[in-house]
């Protein structure tokens, strides 16, 4: 049964910074990527990041380049969003999600399993 569980979301203020991580279980085969995502209020579910599954390629959305670093810990089967200048736009549900496969993506229907979501909330 495979979980994704994430962490590390809050209350923070703009300008300040955030790591969400994601901790993964029964992703028992060796090449999975991963990525993350999110939902603001009254959007649609958008791209943020993604991983291969070495950590050797990223993936970022042009509204987080710069700002978000996604790194990965394959020994601790974690997943990490370090999210800094946040704005209040990054105001959303951030979701962790895990494909099986060598290659970074920013679809979300390339991805097999998902988390429960974490909030992250930015006051200006």
């Known amino acids: 049964q495979v979980q994704l569980v994430e962490s590390g979301g809050g209350l923070v203020q703009a300008g300040n910074s955030l790591r969400l991580s994601c901790a993964t279980s029964?992703?028992?085969?060796?090449?999975?990527?991963m990525g993350w995502f999110r939902q603001a209020p009254g959007k649609e579910r958008e791209f943020v990041a993604a991983?291969?599954?070495?950590?050797?390629?990223?993936s970022y959305a042009d509204s987080v380049k710069g700002r978000f670093i996604i790194s990965r810990d394959n020994a601790k089967n974690t997943v990490y969003l370090q999210m800094n200048s946040l704005k209040p736009e990054d105001t959303a549900v951030y979701y962790c999600?895990?494909?099986?496969?060598?290659?970074?993506?920013?679809?979300?229907?390339?991805?097999?399993?998902w988390g429960q979501g974490t909030q992250v909330t930015v006051s200006s």
């Open positions: 999600a895990g494909r099986f496969g060598f290659t970074v993506s920013g679809r979300e229907k390339d991805y097999n399993y």
């Open positions: 029964g992703l028992t085969r060796s090449a999975y990527s």
């Open positions: 991983i291969d599954w070495r950590g050797s390629s990223t």
